[in-house]
């Protein structure tokens, strides 16, 4: 796994940025190597632990979300195992190794092969850590981001994370993760908001001096429901990430292989969807589509 360590000339906190931890979303791991390029040390104040690809194994075979040496989905190996195979190996590194040293953990991730979705920053609603929460919160609405999401936050102490930057949460750090690009392809301005991200929240930290470009109208997204796939078929949606769906209304269908509709898709309630999937094939028990609204 690289790892690449920034020590900014004058002494500060130490922020942790992490991509490729599903190795099929690009634009993260794009945005993560120009940050590489374009960070100068002697204007940085603290430190900077850069991960640009977590899931080396899957960036380079194509493999969305698993690890096809070992067919584990690093996003839900935490907190890992020191003697398991190669992933659960990479989720204990970054629990016993990455996340202890971080103040600021970001991990950053986008739409993969399959998934359409709108860009948005998010972080959990953990009432045990409000020091922690309250600042994921204040960076996430300086971050550039139209769309701030938040998570409730419902694990005991001795429950696994799974996720990398729940975990991150769960030791009481400072969690973030950024959703920005979609379809497993590279877009430029899906990069580019990666980049203003990451720059204002440093900004904010007082760890880099940019130009903080705020929004103005921040949408606060903070009550998520989920359609999952009672069949195995075809997905046919006319909708989009971004567009406004209403309770009860027909999202998608999916059909059989002769185009037989074998069920109808309706809203569970009115919202705007964070993501879906956008391309054909269905399993029983897939993600079908997250709609996101105000509590």
């Given at each position: 796994?690289?790892?690449?360590?920034?020590?900014?000339k004058n002494k500060g906190p130490i922020?942790?940025?992490?991509?490729?931890?599903?190795?099929?979303?690009?634009?993260?791991?794009?945005?993560?190597?120009?940050?590489?390029?374009?960070?100068?040390?002697?204007?940085?104040?603290?430190?900077?632990?850069?991960?640009?690809?977590?899931?080396?194994?899957?960036?380079?075979?194509?493999?969305?979300?698993?690890?096809?040496?070992?067919?584990?989905?690093?996003?839900?190996?935490?907190?890992?195992?020191?003697?398991?195979?190669?992933?659960?190996?990479?989720?204990?590194?970054?629990?016993?190794?990455?996340?202890?040293?971080?103040?600021?953990?970001?991990?950053?991730?986008?739409?993969?092969?399959?998934?359409?979705?709108?860009?948005?920053?998010?972080?959990?609603?953990?009432?045990?850590?409000?020091?922690?929460?309250?600042?994921?919160?204040?960076?996430?609405?300086?971050?550039?981001?139209?769309?701030?999401?938040?998570?409730?936050?419902?694990?005991?102490?001795?429950?696994p994370a799974k996720y990398v930057f729940?975990?991150?949460?769960?030791?009481?750090?400072?969690a973030l993760s950024i959703e920005s690009?979609?379809?497993?392809?590279?877009?430029?301005?899906?990069?580019?908001?990666?980049?203003?991200?990451?720059?204002?929240?440093?900004?904010?930290?007082?760890?880099?001096?940019?130009?903080?470009?705020?929004?103005?109208?921040?949408?606060?997204?903070?009550?998520?429901?989920?359609?999952?796939?009672?069949?195995?078929?075809?997905?046919?949606?006319?909708?989009?990430?971004?567009?406004?769906?209403?309770?009860?209304?027909?999202?998608?269908?999916?059909?059989?292989?002769?185009?037989?509709?074998?069920?109808?898709?309706?809203?569970?309630?009115?919202?705007?969807?964070?993501?879906?999937?956008?391309?054909?094939?269905?399993?029983?028990?897939?993600?079908?589509?997250?709609?996101?609204?105000?509590?």
């Open positions: 796994m690289p790892i690449s360590i920034i020590k900014g922020f942790t940025i992490v991509a490729g931890v599903h190795g099929y979303e690009y634009p993260p791991i794009i945005a993560t190597q120009e940050l590489l390029k374009e960070i100068d040390a002697n204007k940085l104040s603290g430190t900077l632990i850069v991960v640009p690809i977590a899931n080396i194994g899957s960036f380079f075979s194509r493999t969305p979300l698993m690890n096809p040496q070992d067919k584990v989905n690093l996003n839900g190996a935490l907190p890992g195992k020191s003697n398991g195979s190669i992933t659960y190996k990479i989720a204990d590194y970054f629990k016993t190794k990455i996340i202890p040293v971080s103040d600021v953990f970001l991990d950053i991730h986008g739409g993969g092969a399959a998934e359409d979705l709108m860009p948005f920053i998010c972080y959990y609603r953990n009432e045990k850590k409000p020091e922690q929460t309250e600042r994921a919160k204040q960076l996430s609405e300086t971050s550039g981001f139209e769309y701030v999401v938040s998570y409730p936050y419902t694990l005991k102490d001795d429950q729940k975990q991150a949460t769960q030791d009481g750090k400072i690009g979609k379809l497993g392809n590279v877009q430029k301005d899906a990069v580019v908001l990666i980049k203003k991200g990451v720059y204002n929240m440093l900004t904010q930290m007082e760890m880099y001096k940019s130009t903080i470009e705020p929004i103005k109208n921040i949408v606060k997204l903070n009550n998520q429901t989920y359609i999952r796939s009672n069949n195995q078929g075809i997905f046919y949606s006319p909708y989009n990430a971004g567009d406004s769906v209403k309770e009860g209304e027909t999202v998608g269908q999916i059909t059989d292989e002769f185009g037989v509709v074998l069920s109808d898709l309706k809203a569970p309630t009115s919202g705007i969807i964070l993501y879906k999937i956008s391309t054909p094939p269905v399993n029983i028990d897939d993600t079908i589509m997250c709609i996101s609204n105000k509590l």
